[in-house]
């Protein structure tokens, strides 16, 4: 049974960073696999914030330029770290995912991790 574990996040002035590290298990996530992070802020939708694949990285423009994602395929872990953070960065961060390219479509994504809070306050 595949599990994807999300840590990493926490309280963090404006400014600031953080690491968020997503293990995966049950599973080996070749690099054909694409490994994305989306966030889901109060009130709003989950909105992708940027995936890898062997092919290459996306972010969201939102983030573009601030957040770094990297994957270790032998520990089966894609990291995001997260520079320069604001305070509308605060949201529940999810790692999914899914066999082929990386989308910022959320329902083409079949596994999911529960997420980890990150707050930065102002």
């Known amino acids: 049974q595949v599990q994807l574990v999300e840590s990493g996040g926490g309280l963090v002035q404006a400014g600031g960073s953080l690491r968020l590290s997503c293990a995966a298990s049950?599973?080996?996530?070749?690099?054909?696999?694409?490994m994305a992070w989306f966030r889901q802020a109060p009130g709003k939708e989950r909105e992708f914030v940027g995936g890898?694949?062997?092919?290459?990285?996306v972010y969201a423009d939102s983030v573009k330029g601030r957040f770094t994602i990297s994957r270790d395929n032998a520990k089966n872990t894609v990291y995001l770290q997260m520079n320069s953070l604001k305070p509308e960065d605060t949201a529940v961060y999810y790692c999914?995912?899914?066999?082929?390219?990386?989308?910022?479509?959320?329902?083409?994504?079949?596994?999911w991790g529960q997420g980890t809070q990150v707050t930065v306050s102002s």
């Open positions: 890898m694949r062997w092919t290459g990285t």
């Open positions: 049950g599973g080996t996530f070749t690099s054909d696999y694409a």
């Open positions: 999914a995912v899914r066999f082929g390219p990386v989308t910022a479509i959320r329902r083409d994504y079949g596994y």
